[in-house]
């Protein structure tokens, strides 16, 4: 697929059919999204791989979408998705690769971050992720972990990981449109400011 087509066609898809994914497909996937850019080529990143209904399961056993939440009514087709990848990031990493002789006139070993670089390369991981999923003719979806101890205690997750959110992929069922999508795209011309703001 060309890469306008894969991104253009990347969208968040909450109905999924229970189908196992190709193990080739997964592997991709997975191989892709540990290519993401990161500061100080840190990698702080981790994995947390999901497959089937035993694994899936016990994850939304554990970590179950937010009572009340109006999206709740639209999850039984995102919990149908035969992967999901929690996608986590490790502080404590940047702070020592920031430590090392190259990189530590930053200040930034022990300093404050202008920005947690951690949650950022955590994020273009996951990114990575949505996109070769939409390549191998699969849809995705990311969302945020409700309950970052229930997933620590089913999973062993150990400290100083932190969850910044995961993404469930699978066969794409039709589904609706999230209502948020009714709001359009902003026109370039308020995002892009050429020279200054």
């Given at each position: 697929?060309?890469?306008?087509?894969?991104?253009?066609?990347?969208?968040?898809?909450?109905?999924?059919?229970?189908?196992?994914?190709?193990?080739?497909?997964?592997?991709?996937?997975?191989?892709?999204?540990?290519?993401?850019?990161?500061?100080?080529?840190?990698?702080?990143?981790?994995?947390?791989?999901?497959?089937?209904?035993?694994?899936?399961g016990?994850?939304?056993a554990?970590?179950?979408?937010?009572?009340?939440?109006?999206a709740?009514?639209?999850?039984?087709g995102?919990?149908?998705?035969?992967?999901?990848?929690?996608?986590?990031?490790d502080?404590?990493?940047?702070?020592?690769?920031?430590?090392?002789?190259?990189?530590?006139?930053?200040?930034?070993?022990?300093?404050?971050?202008p920005?947690?670089?951690?949650?950022?390369?955590?994020?273009?991981?996951?990114?990575?992720m949505?996109?070769?999923a939409?390549?191998?003719?699969?849809?995705?979806?990311f969302?945020?972990?409700?309950?970052?101890?229930?997933?620590?205690?089913?999973?062993g997750?150990?400290?100083?990981?932190?969850p910044?959110?995961?993404?469930?992929?699978?066969h794409?069922?039709?589904?609706e449109?999230?209502?948020s999508?009714?709001r359009?795209?902003?026109?370039l011309?308020?995002?892009?400011?050429?020279?200054?703001?």
């Amino acid at each position: 697929m060309e890469f306008q087509d894969v991104v253009r066609r990347r969208r968040m898809v909450r109905n999924f059919d229970d189908r196992p994914l190709a193990p080739e497909a997964v592997e991709r996937i997975l191989a892709n999204g540990g290519r993401a850019p990161s500061a100080g080529f840190t990698q702080g990143w981790a994995f947390l791989v999901l497959e089937g209904p035993a694994e899936t399961g016990r994850f939304w056993a554990a970590c179950p979408p937010p009572e009340g939440s109006r999206a709740r009514a639209r999850w039984p087709g995102v919990l149908r998705a035969p992967l999901v990848v929690v996608v986590l990031a490790d502080e404590g990493a940047y702070r020592r690769r920031y430590a090392e002789p190259d990189k530590a006139a930053s200040g930034l070993a022990d300093g404050e971050w202008p920005v947690p670089y951690w949650h950022v390369d955590a994020g273009f991981a996951a990114l990575l992720m949505l996109l070769t999923a939409v390549d191998a003719g699969l849809g995705a979806l990311f969302f945020g972990v409700a309950d970052h101890d229930g997933l620590r205690r089913a999973f062993g997750v150990p400290g100083g990981w932190t969850p910044v959110g995961a993404v469930a992929v699978g066969h794409v069922r039709p589904d609706e449109p999230s209502p948020s999508v009714s709001r359009g795209r902003r026109p370039l011309e308020d995002v892009v400011h050429r020279g200054r703001w």
